[in-house]
């Protein structure tokens, strides 16, 4: 339950960020256009970044929801005593 909450919230945040990130490069493009001499024909997509981050913050959530699954199997008493 933790683990797909976790995976779910995260696919949510990536895909929001990502709608809001293209929503805002095609603005850019369009404010930007009398700047360049040759503006841009379309989006860079820097495909091998985005594969990256996207795998980095896959593996930092499912670290975190590990972390929390296996800290919520131990009594609260043995949590603190370990702080």
Known sequence: MVLTE???LAAAGLAGGAV???ALSE?????LT???DLPPAALAVPGV???L?????LIAVLAAALNGIRSAR??????LRDL
């Open 6 to 8: 976790a995976l779910l």
């Open 20 to 22: 809001i990130g293209w």
């Open 27 to 31: 603005m850019l493009i369009k404010v």
């Open 34 to 36: 009398g700047v360049f």
């Open 49 to 51: 970044y985005l594969t």
């Open 53 to 57: 981050t996207g795998l980095a913050a």
């Open 74 to 79: 131990r009594p609260a008493v043995e949590e």
